[in-house]
């Protein structure tokens, strides 16, 4: 059993939670309360917002199964591309969008990215 990935799967699972609470109560609770959006405008947020959230599950299903299994090499590649393609989205749109206070309240975000990306690393050298 490889640890690193079952560790990197038990982080996705953190981060799957973490997402939907924080996505409901923090962002998608205050859109709704100021009814700044319209429906459609509300729904276009939403659904993609799930849809990383459900990515995020998936990846972490992947690590169980690839910690359990060592014969799967494939699958710790993508949940890595995956991750580490999520966070420089994440950074680079932010800086092009001048929303440096963004990064910085972040920074757990980040820190627990990049934990993930050093425990996949870790579990592909492994």
Do not use: R
Not at 48 to 63: I, S
């Amino acid at each position: 059993m490889n640890v690193f990935f079952l560790i990197a799967a038990l982080l996705l699972f953190l981060l799957v939670v973490a997402h939907t609470i924080w996505g409901e109560k923090m962002l998608f609770g205050p859109l709704k309360a100021q009814a700044a959006l319209d429906g459609e405008q509300f729904v276009s947020l939403y659904v993609p917002w799930h849809q990383g959230t459900y990515l995020l599950l998936l990846c972490g299903v992947a690590m169980v199964w690839a910690a359990i299994d060592d014969s799967i090499t494939e699958l710790p590649w993508a949940v890595l591309a995956v991750a580490a393609g999520n966070l420089m989205v994440f950074l680079a749109l932010s800086v092009m969008q001048g929303q440096m206070d963004l990064i910085k309240n972040s920074v757990p975000q980040t820190v627990l990215f990049l934990v993930l990306i050093a425990l996949l690393l870790a579990g592909i050298a492994a």
